[in-house]
């Protein structure tokens, strides 16, 4: 940029006196950058900070998208000032991904006959009290029979269906009544965070099975970590890709390819990292996927169980 930053003579923050090529204050590490400057000056330092985070943007994702584990590759080798930090990429591709399932429309139906059906499922489901399209099962308990429930009223229910009065049994069927009482949509809102936090806890699990599986071949369990992060950045943006397009195209097909492009990501990518033999690699990769799948399904239990607790 051409335009150049006005400095101070001395620290307007603890009074220690600055030369002029002073970028930061030697006593309290303030920046020697006076704010008070011409609007253009602002604009244009606007302008190169956000091209700035865009051209690493650009050159991380690219990474990210076609050449799996590359990115691991250069934070090992301590090139990183040319690419977004990898929590940083994690935490603003998780953003997008959730601000657009947060707002995606539902299916699109483009024939009347499609639609017709569409409608008498509602109907059903309101008449069923289930207008959210949510139907929650636990310990034998179905939410849509304890609505309107109150706490006499619960034990009658688990009487009627053969449930041991617990207070675990008695809390949960509250729980219940709850969700369907105050509204579904914000259960979904709690679910749906209780996700996010959820998969965060899981890629430091992800990395302790890459470390064990190579002990050998690696010094520092951060290193797994940081390929962890990389690889669920993936799965964020492809869900996120994937949302884009059925945006526009019907294709529910695409949700049926995600675990071929997981699978073949990780391969490749851990190909790249620790450069084993295919074989040797494809058996790490299944056993990887197997045990996180394991993890995953535990993951959505146990926020499912927490949002309703916590509802």
């Known amino acids: ?6 400095k ?36 244009l330092e606007l302008l190169e900070g956000v091209f700035h985070f865009d051209s690493k943007s650009f050159r991380t994702i690219g990474l990210l998208l076609f050449k799996p584990g590359r990115l691991t590759n250069e934070f090992k080798a301590g090139r990183r000032v040319s690419y977004v930090p990898p ?3 994690y935490i ?8 657009l399932l947060s707002i995606s429309p539902g299916k699109k139906y ?44 619960i034990d009658s229910v688990l009487d009627a269906e053969h449930i041991e009065k617990t207070v675990v049994n008695r809390f949960m069927a509250r729980q219940l009544s709850r969700i369907e009482n105050d509204g579904k949509a914000e259960f979904k809102h709690k679910l749906r965070s ?44 492809l869900f996120t ?20 492009f997981l699978g073949v990501y990780c391969y490749w990518g851990l190909r790249r990292v620790y450069g084993q033999s295919r074989l040797l690699t494809i058996l790490k990769t299944t056993l990887i996927g197997i045990l996180h799948t394991f993890s ?7 926020a499912a169980i927490i949002s309703i607790i916590l509802f």
């Open 1 to 6: 940029m051409t335009h150049k930053h006005q």
């Open 8 to 43: 101070a003579a001395t620290c307007p923050n603890c009074g220690e006196a600055l030369e002029a090529s002073d970028k930061f204050c030697r006593q309290c590490g303030q920046p020697n950058h006076d704010l008070r400057v011409p609007f253009k000056h602002l604009i």
């Open 87 to 89: 929590i940083r990429m």
């Open 92 to 99: 603003f591709l998780s953003f997008i991904f959730f601000l």
């Open 110 to 153: 483009t024939t009347d006959k499609a639609t017709a059906t569409e409608m008498e499922q509602d109907s059903t489901a309101v008449e069923n009290g289930d207008s959210d399209g949510i139907k929650l099962t636990l310990l034998g308990m179905n939410s849509s029979f304890p609505k309107g429930l109150n706490k006499v009223q």
């Open 194 to 237: 209780a996700v996010s936090y959820m998969t965060f806890f899981l890629m430091p699990i992800f990395a302790l099975y890459m470390f064990l599986l190579y002990r050998k071949q690696t010094e520092y369990y951060i290193d797994c970590l940081v390929f962890s992060v990389h690889f669920h950045s993936f799965i964020y943006l």
């Open 241 to 260: 890709l994937i949302l884009i397009i059925h945006l526009f195209l019907d294709w529910d097909i695409l949700y049926l390819t995600v675990p071929i």
């Open 296 to 302: 995953v399904i535990m993951a959505l239990f146990l």
